[in-house]
C-alpha cells in the first residue's frame, strides 16, 4: 500500500498530516473534510451514472431507411385488416366475435387491440368492447380467433363496428 495515500497535506502549513486527523498536529489548524456541497455532488454523478445504466435500450428498434419506429408503428397497424362477424350469447349479454385478422405489413406485430363499438336500432352509439389478443402476427400472415369472447354487450345492442385500435411492433 502507498504510504502517500495515508497523508494529506495541511491547508495551513503545506505538511504531510495523517487523513484520519482533524487537527494539524503541527500549526493546530483545522482540516478540512469533504462539505456537504462536495457529497451531494457526488449524490448527483452516481445518480446519473445510475440513470444511464438504467435507460432503456432502444438499440434493437428497427430504423429502416430512417424511418422512425412512430412512423413504422403507424405503417403496419394501416395494413393489416380485420374480418370479424359476432354474435351475442350467454342469454344475450356476451359479445362474442368471430376474428381473422391479416397482417399485410412488412413488420411481425403482436398485443393486437380490437375495438367494437355498438350501436342501437336508432342508430345511437350505445356501448363498446376493448380487447388485447396477447400474440404475434407474422408479417405477410393471419390468424384466426374464432368464438373469442369479447366481453359484455349491451342488450340494445343492434349492429357493432369493429376495428384495430392499436399494435405493438415485434423487436428482432
Same mark, same amino acid.
Given at each position: $500500500?502507498? @504510504?502517500?495515500?495515508?497523508?494529506? /497535506? ?5 505538511? &504531510? =498530516?495523517? /487523513? ?13 473534510? !469533504?462539505?456537504?456541497?462536495?457529497? =451531494? ?15 432503456? &435500450? ?11 419506429? /412512430? ?5 403496419? !397497424?394501416?395494413?393489416?385488416? !380485420? /374480418?370479424? +362477424?359476432? +354474435? ?6 356476451? $359479445? ?11 413488420? &411481425? ?12 336500432? @336508432?342508430?345511437? *352509439? ?17 390468424? *384466426?380467433?374464432?368464438?373469442?369472447? $369479447? ?18 411492433? =415485434?423487436?428482432?
Amino acid at each position: $500500500m502507498n @504510504s502517500e495515500s495515508l497523508f494529506t /497535506k495541511c491547508g495551513s502549513c503545506s505538511k &504531510d =498530516v495523517s /487523513k484520519s486527523a482533524k487537527v494539524c498536529p503541527n500549526c493546530g489548524s483545522k482540516l478540512k473534510k !469533504l462539505s456537504i456541497i462536495h457529497w =451531494v455532488g457526488i449524490a448527483i454523478v452516481c445518480l446519473l451514472v445510475v440513470s444511464v445504466i438504467n435507460a432503456p &435500450d432502444t438499440s434493437n428498434v428497427k430504423e429502416v431507411d430512417n424511418i422512425s419506429p /412512430k412512423s413504422i408503428k403507424e405503417t403496419a !397497424l394501416n395494413e393489416i385488416a !380485420l /374480418k370479424y +362477424s359476432w +354474435s351475442k350469447e350467454g342469454f344475450g349479454s356476451i $359479445m362474442e366475435a368471430d376474428l381473422f385478422i391479416k397482417n399485410n405489413s412488412d413488420y &411481425d406485430v403482436k398485443d393486437i387491440e380490437v375495438e367494437c363499438n355498438h350501436y342501437a336500432k @336508432s342508430g345511437t *352509439k350505445i356501448d363498446s368492447n376493448n380487447r388485447t389478443i396477447y400474440e404475434i402476427i407474422k408479417s405477410k400472415s393471419s390468424k *384466426k380467433y374464432p368464438n373469442y369472447n $369479447m366481453g359484455f354487450i349491451h342488450e340494445q345492442a343492434y349492429t357493432s363496428n369493429c376495428f384495430i385500435k392499436n399494435i405493438g411492433l =415485434v423487436n428482432h
